[in-house]
């Protein structure tokens, strides 16, 4: 019951964009991570130069408890 109340409660996004009469729809993005310092800024990056409207998708980064600098990077970035 408190599982169903939950998902009743979730935060709709947008069925997503009419363009060229085809929809384009909301992406969610997961990217796990743990002591990628050397790589994270490339991996942001080229997501971020993605040919898909800025407001149809989102980044969610999953660290999975980093020693490095990995986390700082993500939050300077």
Same mark, same amino acid.
């Given at each position: 019951?408190?599982?169903?109340?939950?998902?009743?409660?979730?935060?709709?996004?947008?069925?997503?964009?009419?363009?060229?009469?085809?929809?384009?729809?909301?992406?969610?993005?997961?990217?796990?991570?743990?002591?990628?310092?050397?790589?994270?800024?490339?991996?942001?990056?080229?997501?971020?130069? /993605?040919?898909?409207?800025?407001?149809?998708?989102?980044?969610?980064?999953?660290?999975?408890?980093?020693?490095?600098?990995?986390?700082?990077?993500? /939050?300077?970035?």
């Amino acid at each position: 019951m408190y599982f169903f109340t939950g998902w009743l409660c979730l935060k709709k996004h947008d069925a997503g964009e009419i363009k060229d009469g085809r929809v384009i729809p909301f992406v969610s993005i997961i990217v796990p991570v743990r002591n990628e310092s050397e790589n994270i800024r490339e991996c942001l990056e080229s997501i971020f130069k /993605q040919n898909y409207p800025k407001n149809l998708f989102e980044v969610i980064l999953i660290d999975d408890y980093s020693t490095d600098s990995t986390l700082q990077m993500v /939050q300077e970035f």
